[in-house]
């Protein structure tokens, strides 16, 4: 039996979720997650796809932290309630 030292994709269904990981994707969508993003984000440096579709309860702007995040190619948002307008770096 072997076992993996890092994870690679991570989909939670309809759990909060509290926790720091090394992978290239994270599904979050409908946990009700409530709050803004914390600047921290930045720390899941090697996300390429990021999740947070239907969690209504997410607000505020984008921080900037989601800029440094290299990898990151896909990020879904529908129906959050950020606001303000798209950051330029966003689509570069």
Do not use: K
């Not at 309809?14 to 709050?35: E, K, M, P, Q």
Request: charged share 15%; proline share 3%.
């Amino acid at each position: 039996r072997e076992y993996y030292h890092t994870l690679s994709l991570l989909f939670v269904g309809t759990h909060v979720l509290h926790i720091r990981v090394d992978c290239f994707a994270c599904f979050i969508a409908s946990n009700n997650l409530v709050g803004t993003l914390p600047d921290e984000i930045e720390f899941l440096d090697r996300m390429e796809i990021f999740n947070l579709q239907f969690n209504s309860g997410l607000v505020g702007t984008l921080p900037q932290a989601l800029s440094r995040m290299n990898s990151l190619r896909h990020i879904s948002l529908q129906w959050c309630n950020f606001t303000g307008t798209i950051p330029t770096w966003m689509g570069q």
